[in-house]
């Protein structure tokens, strides 16, 4: 990965085939003026596809990457269709719901051949999805919440609308941040698509997490 020049805040990515072992890397980096910045994120297989903070192997003061494991999550969806061009995310009470979906581990869409398996109703154009869940916070602190998508989306925390995507557009992440307490909350993620491709992501990352983005 080739991120040099003098420049603000960039994030340069790539993808490599690596073999099982020990793997030695290397990141340089220098900054002319002002406060330097570096993160080295990974992920792949071992990830199960989050990016997280790459740390050593090698060093024996390296703490370990989450200081509370975050447990599994499992979403609950609900899938709605609309007799009319959607243009941002509706009022669910206004549409009809083709079908619904539970126990699915995480939020990670990024076809809509994933929608149309877990609601073979799905329609291709102008629908609208909800997915309900909840997040058990053990570490208490600020965390993020990102909701990436196409079309629009939001994330509605406790009853209360935390990050707002809505629109048409392409694949695009909003995050917002949240001082959170110990205990269970309640997770509301909606989004549509008017047509094309669709996309859904949802990550969030804190104190439970060590820092890195998790779904």
Same mark, same amino acid.
């Given at each position: 990965?080739?991120?040099?020049?003098?420049?603000? /805040?960039?994030? =340069?990515? +790539?993808?490599?085939?690596?073999?099982?072992?020990?793997? %030695? #890397?290397?990141?340089?980096? @220098? &900054?002319?003026?002002?406060?330097?910045?570096?993160?080295?994120?990974?992920?792949?297989?071992?990830?199960?596809?989050?990016?997280?903070?790459?740390?050593?192997?090698?060093?024996?003061?390296?703490?370990?990457?989450?200081?509370?494991?975050?447990?599994?999550?499992?979403?609950?969806?609900?899938?709605?269709?609309?007799?009319?061009?959607?243009?941002?995310?509706? /009022?669910?009470? =206004?549409? +009809?719901?083709?079908?619904?979906?539970?126990?699915?581990? %995480? #939020?990670?869409?990024?076809? @809509? &051949?994933?929608?149309?398996?877990?609601?073979?109703?799905?329609?291709?154009?102008?629908?609208?999805?909800?997915?309900?869940?909840?997040?058990?916070?053990?570490?208490?602190?600020?965390?993020?919440?990102?909701?990436?998508?196409?079309?629009?989306?939001?994330?509605?925390?406790?009853?209360?609308?935390?990050?707002?995507?809505?629109?048409?557009?392409?694949?695009?992440?909003?995050?917002?941040?949240?001082?959170?307490?110990?205990?269970?909350?309640?997770?509301?993620?909606?989004?549509?698509?008017?047509?094309?491709?669709?996309?859904?992501?949802?990550?969030?990352?804190?104190?439970?997490?060590?820092?890195?983005?998790?779904?």
């Amino acid at each position: 990965v080739d991120n040099k020049g003098r420049h603000g /805040d960039k994030t =340069m990515c +790539k993808a490599k085939r690596v073999p099982r072992g020990m793997v %030695k #890397i290397k990141a340089k980096v @220098f &900054s002319s003026s002002g406060h330097p910045i570096m993160h080295v994120m990974w992920k792949g297989p071992d990830t199960d596809g989050n990016t997280k903070i790459l740390r050593s192997m090698d060093s024996k003061k390296a703490s370990s990457e989450t200081k509370y494991p975050p447990e599994r999550s499992n979403w609950s969806l609900r899938m709605f269709k609309s007799d009319k061009a959607l243009r941002v995310i509706p /009022d669910v009470s =206004m549409l +009809k719901m083709v079908g619904e979906a539970e126990d699915i581990p %995480k #939020i990670a869409f990024s076809r @809509f &051949s994933q929608f149309r398996k877990l609601v073979p109703e799905t329609p291709s154009s102008n629908y609208m999805w909800v997915f309900y869940g909840s997040l058990r916070i053990k570490g208490e602190g600020w965390y993020s919440f990102c909701t990436t998508s196409d079309d629009g989306s939001r994330i509605i925390l406790d009853g209360t609308l935390l990050v707002s995507n809505d629109g048409l557009h392409g694949a695009k992440r909003v995050c917002s941040s949240r001082k959170m307490e110990r205990g269970s909350h309640d997770v509301v993620v909606e989004g549509f698509q008017a047509g094309g491709g669709v996309y859904q992501t949802v990550t969030y990352s804190g104190p439970d997490t060590g820092g890195a983005r998790l779904y």
